[in-house]
């Protein structure tokens, strides 16, 4: 590592909250904020659960009203979805915004929110580095799935229907002021949902600490990241109440993000957008199909790197590593198997070669190249 390399390192969430139960903390941050208005953004699958009757509870103490709720439903987030919670945000004039849920609950409420001060819609306020309004509501996510990082990162992408790409948002106005990390929350993850999320947090972890953006501060974080998910994302899919596991994966997701959000990802993520957005596959399922063979692609690249990270995985080599805790994890599988055709895999190949993330890419890949890679995943 060449400690006299000029770096940049981009991080705007302002607190970082950790701890068994430290969701009760948002009483204190609604006092100290003066929020009275309270919205909450959340995923549909808690819409009866208790641990949002007892966030109303603990916000009613501290003298905030929830003036409303919006749910986000069961799928990555679109266009749609987006517009209709910017609706239920402007409705009530929020103090304090809080997103409970994945990624997509997290990506949701960030856009929806930005738009409140920015007006244009959806699509209009999509974009790299976008010269965003902040809007004056306290914003505090709270994760319940170890993947996405979306909690700590200026990131967001949303679906939007019919297109073989996704939209991008990234501004240092979009990101959550604090985040409340309760590995508590992760709980109630089902088994293959904490095997997708954390496979993805992996991705991100590996994906960053490769990236040609990659510098002295994200490493030390993408690799811990790398070194936590190996160790304890077996442990987490197979026994779920795990407190040591489900902290470890929380912990290693928000670090992963801490590191992509400067040096972007790669050619895993740059072909998993479109197969969501293209076959609706879940994001942490595609980042699991794609990533074998995008490994066998870049560790020529890697240099010493990826004998570092084989090291982690106790494999001889970074492919069969991955190949590996894919398999423990329960994600083996091909795209054949999801009968993408001659004609589909093309597609995918084009729309992948679309995303920003390709240049940050350790090995420089043309259409061919990802031809290539796509092949290999069958």
Not at 250 to 278: D, K, R
Request: glycine share 8%; net charge neutral.
């Amino acid at each position: 590592m060449d400690l006299s390399a000029r770096f940049e390192f981009r991080h705007s969430t302002r607190q970082i909250l950790f701890g068994w139960g430290v969701r009760a903390e948002l009483g204190r941050l609604a006092q100290q904020h003066a929020a009275r208005r309270c919205a909450i953004v959340a995923d549909a699958i808690f819409r009866d659960a208790p641990v949002l009757h007892a966030l109303r509870d603990v916000l009613g103490t501290a003298g905030s009203t929830t003036a409303a709720v919006f749910w986000v439903p069961p799928h990555e987030p679109d266009t749609a979805v987006v517009e209709a919670c910017h609706q239920v945000l402007q409705s009530v004039d929020p103090d304090m915004v809080i997103a409970v849920g994945g990624g997509s609950t997290m990506d949701a409420a960030k856009v929806a929110r930005i738009m409140l001060s920015n007006p244009g819609g959806v699509v209009a306020n999509a974009g790299f580095d976008m010269p965003h309004q902040p809007h004056r509501s306290l914003f505090v996510g709270l994760p319940t799935t170890a993947g996405t990082g979306s909690e700590v990162s200026e990131m967001a992408v949303i679906s939007r229907h019919g297109s073989d790409i996704k939209l991008r948002y990234r501004s240092a106005a979009l990101p959550f002021h604090v985040a409340v990390l309760d590995p508590e929350l992760c709980l109630s993850m089902p088994r293959q949902v904490t095997a997708q999320t954390g496979f993805d947090a992996f991705t991100h972890a590996l994906e960053a600490h490769v990236s040609t953006a990659a510098n002295v501060m994200t490493e030390p974080l993408s690799l811990h990241a790398l070194m936590l998910l190996a160790q304890w994302l077996p442990i987490a899919v197979e026994h779920g109440d795990h407190r040591q596991a489900r902290s470890a994966c929380l912990l290693a997701s928000m670090q992963a993000a801490l590191a992509f959000n400067t040096t972007q990802l790669g050619l895993c993520h740059a072909i998993a957008a479109p197969l969501g957005a293209m076959y609706q596959v879940a994001h942490g399922y595609a980042n699991a199909l794609a990533l074998p063979a995008v490994v066998a692609f870049n560790e020529p690249a890697m240099g010493a790197k990826a004998a570092a990270i084989a090291a982690l995985l106790r494999a001889p080599s970074v492919r069969a590593g991955v190949a590996q805790l894919r398999q423990t994890v329960g994600l083996g599988g091909s795209l054949d198997a999801l009968g993408i055709d001659a004609t589909g895999r093309e597609a995918l190949a084009v729309a992948a070669l679309k995303s920003g993330n390709i240049r940050f890419n350790p090995r420089p890949v043309d259409l061919d190249g990802v031809r290539g890679v796509i092949e290999a995943m069958r």
